[in-house]
């Protein structure tokens, strides 16, 4: 049973940073790609960034978030920085079985329960 876990959200200023981070049991990340997504109130849920063997990110967030991997303590970490009020959302974690990268929600096999972010103005 796979299970992915999201930590880290919170409220924070216009400009500020947080780090969110994904953990992973039952399965490792070793041989799979996570995905970051997020839903905003009202909204559908959007791709935010992929790691794989390569990283991808949305081009609303290109610059600002960065992905990393911690393959020994099967995580993922998502940096947020210069946050916007636009960023406030949901941020979910997936797992694809697959290295390769995808934008798409229905590539992703596992997903988190998701960590609230605010961003305020």
């Known amino acids: 049973q796979v299970q992915l876990v999201e930590s880290g959200g919170g409220l924070v200023q216009t400009g500020g940073s947080l780090r969110l981070s994904c953990a992973a049991s039952?399965?490792?990340?070793?041989?799979?790609?996570v995905g970051w997504f997020r839903q905003a109130p009202g909204q559908e849920r959007e791709f935010v960034a992929a790691i794989g063997i390569t990283t991808l990110y949305a081009d609303s967030v290109k610059g600002r978030f960065t992905l990393s991997r911690d393959n020994a303590k099967n995580t993922v970490s998502l940096q947020m920085n210069s946050l916007k009020p636009e960023d406030t959302a949901v941020y979910y974690c997936?797992?694809?079985?697959?290295?390769?990268?995808?934008?798409?929600?229905?590539?992703?096999?596992?997903w988190g329960q998701g960590t609230q972010v605010t961003v305020s103005s």
């Open positions: 997936a797992l694809r079985n697959s290295r390769l990268l995808s934008k798409e929600e229905y590539n992703y096999h596992y």
């Open positions: 039952g399965r490792s990340f070793t041989s799979y790609s």
